[in-house]
C-alpha cells in the first residue's frame, strides 16, 4: 500500500494556499495561488491547481478553510468575509475537482485555533483563538475540539461605537484597518506610539471576548498576530486596566504557527474526524 497523502486548502481573500501532508503530519509541499473574486473562475483555477497536485499524489482525505460562515450540513458558504461570495456550494464544487477524496470543510480562524491548542499539549482545557489579519477571526477550542457553540463564532462582526458610528470590530482594528490608519503594514511598524494607538482599538473586541468566553488563554495569530511581540505589554496592560473580578485576563500567547495554523488545522481536523 502506498503513502497516504492529506490535501488542505486554505481560501483567503487575497491568495489561496494549498499544501500536502503525509499521514503522519509531515508538510510535503505548498502552494498557492490568486483568489479570484468571481467565485466560478476562482473553482477553475482551484481545479487547475489540484490537477497539478494529482498527478504527484493521491489524496484519501481533503480539509478546505474558508472564512465567513458556513453551512456545515449542505457544505455552503454563507458568507465569506472580504469576498464578494455569498451561498456557494464550495464542498461540492471542489469534490468535483478531487474524485473519490472525502472532503472536509470549516472556519479557518477555527481550524488555525484547532492546530494551536493542540500545540499547547493540553496545558489549557478551553483556548480562545483570535486571527487578526485583513479581517478579524477567533474560535474556542475545548478540550482540543472546535467548540460547536462557536462554530459560527465571528468575532470581527461585533459592532461597537467608535469616531461617533456604530462599526464593525475588523472596520477600524484589522490588519486592513492598521494599514489604511498609518499607512504601514504591521511588519513595517517598529514605532511604539503606533502600536500603543492601534491596542486602543483592539481592547474593545477582546474585552467582549474574555468576558463572553472567559477562556483559559487566548492565543493570537494572523499577518498582525505575527508581530504580537510588538504590542503584548500594551494589550496586557490596557486590559489589566479594567479590572473586572469577573472576568480575569488570561494569558496571553503568541500563536506558535501564525502564518501557518489554518493548514496545519486542516491536517488536525482531518485526523480528528477519520
Known sequence: MGQEYYLA?????????????????GLVCECKIKTDNEYQRFIEQAG???????GR???????CAIPGRIDFEHGVGLDFGNLPWENVPIRKDLETKLPGTKLLLHND??????????????KYT????????????GGVIINDVIDKDFENFEPGQMIFEHSGQDRKWESFASGKALKARFGKQAAEIDDPDIWREYTKLLVPGFEDMLATVQPDV???????????EKFQSFLEADLKKINN??????????????EEAVIYGCYDYITQNL
Open 9 to 25: 486548502v486554505d481560501v483567503g481573500g487575497t491568495k489561496t494556499l494549498f499544501a500536502v501532508f503525509d499521514a503522519q503530519g
Open 48 to 54: 487547475e491547481n489540484i490537477d497539478k497536485l494529482l
Open 57 to 63: 499524489f493521491k489524496f484519501s482525505r481533503a480539509c
Open 109 to 122: 480562524a477555527k481550524l488555525a485555533g484547532l492546530s494551536e491548542s493542540i500545540l499547547l499539549h493540553k
Open 126 to 137: 478551553k483556548v480562545l483563538y483570535i486571527t487578526i489579519s485583513t479581517g478579524i477571526g
Open 218 to 228: 487566548v492565543v493570537i495569530g494572523g499577518g498582525v498576530g505575527a508581530h504580537f
Open 245 to 258: 473580578p469577573l472576568v480575569p485576563t488570561p494569558p496571553l500567547l503568541k500563536a506558535q504557527r501564525p
